[in-house]
């Protein structure tokens, strides 16, 4: 009997040995492959846990045969959940590999600051609109690009004329003028064309927009004190890519885009043409156009070559030329005389040309050229009087980057030349405005990256305009990466501004008895500028809910800065640009949360902007900058068949050049799309609370023949639907990163 009792228990003790099991995990990321020491494994209705050691390796024992649920979380990665049968067959180590909750930043590429990083590794802050955000503003206004940048925080489009809806771009309260905007890293858009360069470029052949908040001189040179704009064109994918897009508005516009791309295998071409028109609308009955008459064409073919590896180049033209008449929207209509009534017409026309190369001498060396011309007429006629002039711009850039363990360099050199010709007309109190600008530039970058956790990107730039001196501009950012969730960006940089006829100021006086800048009284405005940020991003509920924070300072002091004077000369009263003895600086906050929930998103802004003129003992605040500005925008996609949108923007009452103070308001809007496999229609509802300045306060004193305009601060053209159709016959490349 003890024999049996003791022969049993031996038996029973071997099955209980061979149902236990032993299983080792190595965890991995899953683009490096490196191991990922300190995740944790659980499996899910047990007490088994483990972490992983240096090697990534995890080890559990004692663990029954059965069916389990293995459950791997690491900081900064997306959990993920194996389901296990107990014991395995014919493996030794489970295979696991986890996706960084960055991943998705991984292929955004930054085209703006010449290297070859990525944005999440880049130390300068770079705002970033492209794919479904793209796509979005371009169906509430395909003809032009003030929605894509209007309705990010910091960002503002600004109306300088009531009638023909010229507008600039004020980032972080500052003019127009601080503003530089560039198309693929060639500043086209500055001087006599800057007020109607928003309204003539279109979104449909952009690929991506970058931002740049704060002093970035140091990149393009002169102009970019308040930051910069850099829109980024497609290019040629493998396959056709064919977007026909039609859009008409309840404000009896009309839009009629096309874009074509095709990649062979040594070139390709991208094709852009456009048709944009609207005729005179006045939603407020005053007899003033809120939206102007006006028809636009534009062509813009690019061709790409990639003869081998090694070397690449493309050439690009556009052409576009409009009509555009604002004012009495009778005299417009043909109803009464033109001549006796008050309107504002600009006919204008623009052509560029642009030439890039990138020769790859070997893994770590590369040479860039890149140039362009880009002409610029414009007639501006009003009652009684007309202005009219040539812009040429020719820039050229030839730049060196090589690449030595955690150094990227890029050193390299280019020339500005722009030349304005305006003959004047005394008769007309016209001066000669006409000048010309030769700048002369050498920079150098260095990009080190000290370790995972911390990267400075440095530069230094000294441009010499040979008509005003000379500007040294160094700048420097650094990007701290604490944890996977959380990283911060800090930077600083000087910036210049040489002195033109065209500021926001005098294009509200249609450059009337305005005197040309004179060398022996302007200066170069100069600034300096910092920026600091956090940005917080995780996941909750095994990612099914993510959460990114995003909190901005910044602080721009620019000195000197140009402003124009009434000189009341009893004679010969005339307008004068003077640089003050004095500064202008802005501080403030930027918040932004995004929240996604499955097929929901929610994007909160916030804008705290305090921006501030310094003259003598006197402190004023800056006219037509809202200290309070919020960005809310909710968004439900269904991926491939549905998106809805509903937006409201908040702006806080602005202070106006007249001593008094406009009042705060609302806009509300609402887009849907649905999406087919070759085809989608979308409706947007814009400014559905039909929330205008003529509304609340007027927009002009005097007689209407003859109005003098006051600052237009809120919308004008009020609620207006627009909606259209898509075609896209070989699929949607809209979204791709």
Same mark, same amino acid.
């Given at each position: ?312 180049? @493309? /050439? ?11 004012? +009495?929207?009778?005299? $417009? =209509?043909? %109803? #009464? !005389? ?93 001066? @000669? /405005? ?11 970058? +260095?990009?080190?990256? $000290? =370790?995972? %956790? #911390? !990267? ?93 924070? @995003? ?187």
């Amino acid at each position: 009997m003890k024999i049996f009792t003791l022969l049993s228990f031996l038996i029973f003790s071997t099955i209980s040995l061979y149902s236990q099991n032993s299983v080792i995990s190595k965890i991995t990321d899953s683009k490096t492959s490196e191991p990922l020491p300190g995740a944790v494994l659980i499996i899910k209705k047990t007490n088994f846990s483990a972490i992983s050691n240096i090697d990534g390796l995890v080890s559990l024992n004692n663990i029954p045969n059965g069916e389990y649920i293995f459950y791997f979380k690491l900081l900064g990665y997306l959990p993920i959940e194996e389901k296990i049968i107990l014991p395995l067959a014919g493996i030794d180590t489970l295979l696991i590999k986890l996706t960084s909750i960055e991943e998705d930043l991984d292929e955004i590429e930054v085209a703006s600051l010449r290297g070859n990083r990525t944005i999440k590794d880049e130390p300068t802050r770079v705002e970033f609109i492209a794919g479904e955000e793209l796509e979005e503003k371009a169906n509430m206004k395909p003809g032009d690009i003030r929605m894509l940048l209007a309705e990010s925080t910091g960002i503002q489009t600004q109306q300088t004329s009531a009638t023909s809806a010229n507008s600039s771009i004020r980032i972080q309260g500052l003019d127009g003028r601080y503003t530089q905007i560039l198309k693929d890293g060639f500043p086209l858009y500055s001087g006599f064309s800057g007020s109607l360069g928003l309204l003539q470029t279109p979104p449909l052949d952009l690929k991506q927009a970058e931002v740049i908040k704060g002093s970035s001189s140091t990149l393009f040179g002169g102009g970019a004190i308040a930051g910069m704009v850099n829109l980024i064109s497609k290019t040629p994918e493998d396959g056709d890519d064919l977007k026909v897009f039609i859009n008409g508005t309840s404000a009896k516009g009309l839009d009629i885009n096309g874009f074509y791309a095709k990649k062979l295998k040594k070139s390709g071409i991208t094709m852009y043409a456009a048709l944009n028109g609207n005729k005179a609308y006045d939603p407020a009955n005053i007899g003033l156009t809120a939206i102007p008459e006006f028809l636009r064409y534009t062509f813009s073919p690019r061709f790409y070559f990639y003869p081998n590896k090694k070397f690449k180049a @493309n /050439l690009g033209f556009s052409i576009i030329e409009e009509n555009r008449k604002g004012g +009495n929207i009778d005299a $417009i =209509n043909g %109803k #009464i !005389s033109l001549p006796e009534y008050y309107y504002e017409n600009n006919k204008t026309k623009r052509y560029t040309s642009t030439f890039e190369t990138n020769f790859k001498l070997n893994s770590k060396e590369s040479i860039r050229f890149k140039s362009s011309f880009s002409y610029f007429d414009r007639k501006l006629s009003e009652m009684f009087y007309k202005f009219e002039g040539e812009q040429k711009n020719l820039f050229t850039e030839l730049n060196y980057s090589y690449i030595s363990g955690k150094h990227e360099w890029i050193a390299g050199a280019n020339y500005l030349f722009e030349n304005f010709n305006n003959p004047g007309n005394p008769i007309l109190s016209v001066y @000669n /405005l006409s000048y010309h600008l030769n700048t002369f530039g050498v920079f150098v970058q +260095n990009n080190f990256k $000290i =370790n995972k %956790k #911390i !990267s400075i990107e440095s530069g230094l730039r000294n441009d010499y305009v040979l008509e005003f001196g000379n500007a040294i501009l160094p700048r420097i950012s650094a990007l701290f990466k604490i944890n996977p969730l959380l990283t911060s960006r800090v930077g600083a940089g000087l910036g210049y501004k040489a002195p033109t006829v065209f500021t926001e100021s005098t294009e509200k006086t249609s450059f009337s008895d305005l005197i040309p800048i004179s060398k022996t009284i302007n200066e170069l405005e100069k600034s300096y500028g910092f920026n600091g940020d956090l940005n917080y991003r995780t996941y909750f509920e095994k990612s099914k809910i993510s959460l990114n924070i @995003n909190q901005l300072f910044f602080y721009t002091r620019i000195n000197a800065p140009l402003y124009l004077f009434f000189i009341e000369d009893p004679l010969n009263p005339y307008y004068q640009l003077k640089n003050l003895n004095g500064f202008i600086d802005t501080k403030g906050a930027e918040t932004n949360l995004k929240l996604s929930l499955g097929d929901f998103k929610l994007f909160l802004g916030y804008t705290f902007t305090l921006a501030e003129l310094h003259s003598n003992t006197l402190k004023t605040p800056m006219y037509l900058t809202p200290k309070h500005r919020m960005n809310n925008v909710l968004m439900y996609e269904v991926e491939g068949k549905w998106k809805l949108g509903l937006e409201a923007y908040y702006f806080s009452s602005q202070k106006l050049s007249n001593g008094n103070t406009g009042r705060s308001y609302w806009i509300c809007g609402f887009m849907a799309e649905k999406l087919w496999e070759k085809f989608s229609v979308f409706i947007n509802f814009e400014n559905f609370l039909d929330v205008r300045q003529t509304k609340f306060d007027t927009i002009y004193t005097g007689n209407i023949s003859n109005p003098d305009f006051k600052d237009i601060y809120a919308p004008l053209d009020g609620f207006v639907v627009n909606g259209g159709i898509k075609y896209f016959p070989f699929g949607d490349k809209c979204c791709k990163k």
